[in-house]
């Protein structure tokens, strides 16, 4: 006799329209997942910053003492350590660099040199550096305080692009991921920047910081070449075009108007400008107005006559 099923057992089969809601968390997951394996894998390497290991020596522990500064040779910088606070987070592991590996450079490098005999790694090999691992729970915090140390005179990094470049720009950080560089000339090794690497995925709450002196020079941006100057035609050309009123003066065409340029140019904020004296058709010798046009003919100034300061029109 086939058993009739109790009403919670009917309840039990019944919810099946939801169902497909229960693959929205693991695929919401895989994505998370999939965008933290994608900073680890791709955005921090560029930056020498692994935080899936390889290669180098790590310590079961961090140092007992908290970190004043990173040492590199000769070289120090201020540690992460120095601006961390309360419930930050804390340094949990360090990586030497593996000198077993770099003796074995050095032994292949001497057997294939023309019998120097000289076992110095060339700097270009950046064979020393320390890898210095972080749980923070909020990383652009922690950064950002640490930038206002780096930053600084006294320990006198900068910002820079992978050319050693230096940006002009603070970047707006967010916990998510990110990663930046930060570097200033060796005074230990000529030919050499001392850097200090700095990425982070939220992912794994994982910050790793990287100091190392490879080959290179930190130096500005070249200076942007600036824009040929207006010919006296084309700005009289431009004055032509305009409505009498977007200079503030009355009537419907600049025809009704006299223009007559002053020689060179003058200093308006910083900005090489042309002086132009505007007079009336219908009052001859009447000053209408008297204007400055910028050297790239986009900033446009009005004398005032009697006080001699200006007023930009646009």
């Known amino acids: ?13 019944q919810p099946k329209k939801g169902g497909k809601k229960k693959l929205l968390i693991p695929l919401i997951a895989i994505v998370v997942v999939a965008l933290a394996a994608a900073v680890v894998l791709l955005v921090l390497p560029r930056f020498g910053i692994n935080l899936l290991g390889g290669g180098e020596k790590k310590n079961d522990a961090p140092p007992k003492d908290e970190l004043e500064v990173y040492t590199l040779g000769e070289e120090t910088a201020a540690a992460l350590d120095s601006v961390l606070e309360e419930g930050d987070g804390e340094l949990i592991a360090v990586r030497n660099p593996d000198k077993k ?48 140390v780096m930053l600084g005179g006294e320990q006198g990094f900068s910002l820079v692009d992978a050319e050693y470049v230096i940006q002009e720009e603070r970047p707006e950080l967010e916990d998510a991921a990110g990663s930046l560089v930060l570097a200033r000339n060796s005074t230990a090794q000529e030919g050499c920047v001392f850097q200090v690497s700095v990425g982070w995925s939220e ?31 084309e700005h009289m050309d431009q004055l032509m075009a305009m409505n009498p009123s977007e200079l503030g003066l009355s009537g419907t065409s600049m025809d009704e108007y006299e223009i007559y340029a002053m020689g060179g140019f003058v200093k308006v904020d910083d900005l090489d400008c042309r002086r132009f004296t505007i007079y009336s058709r219908e009052s001859p010798g009447s000053i209408a107005g008297i204007f400055l046009i910028s050297s790239d003919k986009k900033h446009f100034f009005q004398l005032d006559q009697v006080t001699g300061g200006v007023t930009e029109l646009r």
């Open 203 to 233: 992912a794994n709450d994982n910050l790793a910081i990287r100091v190392s002196a490879p080959a290179g020079k930190v130096h500005k941006p070249e200076p942007k070449p600036k824009p040929e100057a207006a010919s006296l035609d």
């Open 1 to 13: 006799m086939k058993k009739e099923k109790e009403p919670n057992e009917e309840n039990e089969e």
């Open 101 to 148: 590996k770099d003796k074995k450079e050095d032994k292949d490098g001497d057997a294939s040199s023309s019998g120097s005999g000289s076992s110095e790694a060339s700097p270009a090999e950046d064979v020393d550096r320390f890898i210095y691992f972080y749980e923070l729970n909020s990383p652009s915090d922690v950064v950002n305080r640490y930038l206002d």
